[in-house]
């Protein structure tokens, strides 16, 4: 099989969350553990960091993988979704996973995996950590797919477990409270090894506190550290942090959402420095300020364009939209245009009720069996008094918001992940 021919065997002979939602999702480890089996239980073979949370484990996994490599480490990144390619949701020093050994893997195993019926992401999983134990990589950054407690990432014993933040996403699976959604990511606390909060709030911290207690766990909730003093978003893109150990560190991602993410990511790097990894403060520094760069990383608050100023971003439930439809409202332009759609699990009314009013509206939906049709996003828009067009793809929605716009115009494109991916696959 070619490369293009083995992704379509994946996408059509293995259930895949991200083209079909619900029905992809396997509830329990039984054929993670299998899969583990039959490889010999590679993740054995490498340090690793787990990260999970509503928001931000994208961010903070690519931000703490920049930071390793520059550190000297040979550093495997496994995150998801992939926006552009497959071979993104698996990398080593920003590399992607060559397609001879994507190929070679689903040739070779197929055999094995075919009886099982694993999902995409179960199989997706074992092979990254093949390859990275393969790869004889130092240390793998692991974002958890959906949830924690029964991802199939949890079969990993890491050297520091990470939870960004909670917030209601995949409520059906996950439960319909905070405190529930908290039980769920708090299942990546692993016995006698730290665990970093980001964010928690009332209804959070007992449920992560009593999980760590349970586990003899040491907890750090990022915030009550306080190590950034203050984030100033610069003209020329990025933020710029002063910090109480780390001096001045200019970040490469500008959402107003990464002040969060590196307050997260300063304290997992101190408790790495306290279990033995070696990672000074220039490490750090070119980290933050390169991580696009050394990781490839997509679709965060991204500049696309000049004139007029494009931006994308993957930002797609009530968590991510408060921040963004903040840093919508401090844009200075002649007009803004939003190219706008969204997918048919997430609370699209909450979401669109944060949309500014002022702007001109692009609605569409991604090539996606999840997308939520275009004219019932125009009839969520009307209740909020947003005036739009519909559009039946994102490249047809984005060329006319082009085609309309002044160089001092302000285009938007998100409301999902697969909104940002068909826009940098297309039109891009």
């Known amino acids: 099989m070619t490369y293009e021919e083995t992704?379509?065997?994946?996408?059509?002979?293995?259930?895949?969350?991200?083209?079909?939602?619900?029905?992809?999702?396997?509830?329990?480890?039984?054929?993670?553990?299998?899969?583990?089996?039959?490889?010999?239980?590679?993740?054995?073979?490498?340090?690793?960091?787990?990260?999970?949370?509503?928001?931000?484990?994208?961010?903070?996994?690519?931000?703490?993988a920049s930071i390793l490599q520059a550190a000297?480490?040979?550093?495997?990144?496994?995150?998801?979704?992939h926006l552009k390619d497959f071979r993104e949701r698996i990398k080593v020093n920003g590399e992607c996973v060559s397609e001879e050994y994507v190929i070679d893997f689903v040739e070779n195993e197929r055999h094995f995996f075919e009886p099982l019926h694993p999902s995409f992401f179960e199989l997706t999983t074992a092979m990254a950590f093949k390859y990275f134990a393969e790869s004889n990589i130092d240390i793998a950054v692991i974002e958890v797919g959906l949830g924690g407690r029964l991802d199939c990432t949890n079969i990993i014993t890491p050297v520091l477990s990470i939870i960004t933040n909670i917030s209601f996403d995949h409520t059906q699976f996950l439960g319909d409270t905070l405190a529930k959604i908290a039980t769920e990511k708090a299942g990546i606390i692993k016995n006698n090894i730290p665990v970093i909060i980001g964010e928690?709030?009332?209804?959070?911290?007992?449920?992560?506190?009593?999980?760590?207690?349970?586990n003899g766990s040491e907890i750090i909730f990022a915030e009550d550290d306080n190590e950034i003093l203050s984030a100033e978003l610069r003209p020329q893109g990025g933020i710029a942090?002063?910090?109480?150990?780390?001096?001045?560190?200019?970040?490469?991602?500008?959402?107003?959402?990464?002040?969060?993410n590196a307050s997260t990511i300063l304290c997992a790097l101190k408790k790495?420095?306290?279990?033995?990894?070696?990672?000074?403060?220039?490490?750090?520094?070119?980290?933050?300020?390169?991580?696009c760069e050394t990781t490839g990383l997509l679709g965060r608050w991204q500049k696309i364009k000049e004139t007029p100023t494009v931006i994308c971003d993957t930002g797609h439930n009530v968590g991510g939209w408060k921040y963004i439809s903040r840093q919508l409202?401090?844009?200075?332009?002649?007009?803004?245009?939003?190219?706008?759609?969204?997918?048919?699990?997430?609370?699209?009314?909450?979401?669109?009720?944060?949309?500014?009013?002022?702007?001109?509206?692009?609605?569409?939906?991604?090539?996606?069996?999840?997308?939520?049709?275009?004219?019932?996003?125009?009839?969520?828009?009307?209740?909020y008094?947003?005036?739009?067009?519909?559009?039946?793809?994102?490249k047809c929605a984005y060329q006319q918001a082009l085609s309309e716009s002044s160089p001092a115009d302000f285009i938007f494109v998100g409301g999902s992940s697969y909104i940002v991916a068909d826009f940098l696959s297309c039109c891009v």
């Open 7 to 64: 992704i379509e065997y994946l996408y059509n002979s293995v259930p895949m969350f991200q083209k079909v939602g619900a029905v992809a999702y396997k509830e329990g480890l039984y054929n993670t553990i299998k899969l583990d089996e039959h490889f010999c239980h590679p993740h054995k073979n490498f340090k690793s960091i787990h990260i999970a949370g509503t928001n931000g484990k994208g961010s903070c996994s690519h931000t703490l």
């Open 72 to 81: 000297g480490y040979k550093v495997g990144l496994y995150t998801s979704p």
């Open 200 to 214: 928690a709030v009332d209804e959070t911290r007992p449920v992560f506190l009593e999980k760590a207690a349970e």
């Open 241 to 260: 942090y002063e910090t109480k150990d780390y001096g001045k560190i200019i970040g490469e991602l500008g959402g107003l959402y990464q002040t969060k």
């Open 272 to 291: 790495l420095s306290e279990i033995g990894l070696r990672i000074d403060n220039e490490a750090i520094t070119a980290g933050f300020a390169n991580v």
């Open 329 to 383: 409202s401090m844009q200075k332009c002649e007009q803004m245009r939003i190219v706008f759609g969204m997918v048919d699990d997430k609370d699209v009314s909450t979401v669109m009720s944060l949309l500014p009013k002022n702007a001109i509206y692009y609605f569409t939906k991604p090539d996606n069996k999840r997308a939520l049709d275009v004219n019932t996003i125009m009839e969520i828009g009307k209740k």
């Open 385 to 394: 008094g947003l005036t739009a067009k519909c559009f039946p793809d994102v």
